[in-house]
């Protein structure tokens, strides 16, 4: 049975950091590439950062320079470390993973990349029940 659980998240004041941890059980190898969404109430969910086939990351622009994404496959485990956190960076932040990864060509631009693995992981992903984020002024 695949499960996929997160943690590391809190409430911290804005300027502050905080580091998300997934945890990823129940499959035969590493996951292929895992990902990090966040929602608001009331807004679709939408992709924060990716990490594919162990060193490629996709990060959408509001994030860029402040969040990294990394993975350890020896621990089937992922993080998302957040500097600099501000309060539009509340939400409720889930991981996603996959045995599988999507098409990713030289071609596509980091954005069409993003998009890509956004819609993968939502038609093929294993989720987590997520963890809340919450970054006051």
């Known amino acids: 049975q695949v499960q996929v659980v997160e943690s590391g998240g809190g409430s911290v004041q804005a300027g502050g950091s905080l580091k998300l941890s997934c945890q990823v059980s129940g499959y035969t190898y590493e996951p292929n590439c895992m990902g990090w969404f966040r929602q608001v109430p009331g807004k679709k969910r939408e992709g924060v950062a990716h990490i594919y086939a162990g060193g490629y990351k996709f990060y959408a622009d509001s994030v860029k320079g402040r969040f990294t994404i990394s993975q350890d496959n020896a621990k089937s485990a992922g993080y998302l470390q957040m500097n600099n956190l501000k309060p539009e960076d509340t939400g409720m932040y889930y991981c996603?993973?996959?045995?599988?990864?999507?098409?990713?060509?030289?071609?596509?631009?980091?954005?069409?990349?993003?998009?890509?693995?956004?819609?993968?992981?939502?038609?093929?992903?294993?989720w987590g029940q997520g963890t809340q984020v919450t970054v006051s002024t």
């Open positions: 996603a993973a996959a045995r599988r990864g999507p098409v990713i060509t030289s071609h596509m631009t980091a954005t069409e990349a993003l998009r890509v693995m956004n819609t993968f992981f939502e038609e093929s992903g294993d």
